[in-house]
């Protein structure tokens, strides 16, 4: 079992910047795909970022490309998603997630939603 805890959610004014955080502990073994999704209201949910822990190597949605930085700090088992020029259209509830996989094939099982573990969430408004 892994467990996932995000912080750092928030408002925001548009521009802005946040910080996101997910606390992993548990079993990790085999979670080689670490990843964020998040879903706004009456939408549906969107993979985000992921970071692949075998190569190190990070893959992003075309929304969030060049604003976005997902990182992971291995000696706190902690994931980032470092968020800049935030956009009232980034408002959403963002998730941590942890599923298998590798290199590019993180993304695309993340866009699909095939994790194995989610976190409880944090919420993002970004006003305008």
């Known amino acids: 079992q892994v467990q996932l805890v995000e912080s750092g959610g928030g408002s925001v004014q548009a521009g802005g910047s946040l910080r996101l955080s997910c606390a992993v502990s548990?079993?990790?073994?085999?979670?080689?795909?670490m990843g964020w999704l998040r879903q706004a209201p009456g939408k549906k949910r969107e993979g985000v970022a992921v970071?692949?822990?075998?190569?190190?190597?990070?893959y992003y949605a075309d929304s969030v490309k060049g604003r976005f930085t997902i990182s992971q700090d291995n000696a706190n088992y902690t994931l980032y998603l470092q968020m800049n020029s935030l956009k009232p259209e980034d408002t959403a509830m963002y998730y941590c997630s942890a599923g298998a996989g590798s290199g590019s094939n993180c993304y695309t099982r993340l866009r699909m939603e095939f994790v194995n573990y989610w976190g409880q969430g944090t919420q993002v408004t970004v006003s305008s």
């Open positions: 970071f692949w822990t075998g190569g190190g190597t990070t």
């Open positions: 548990g079993n990790t073994d085999g979670s080689t795909c």
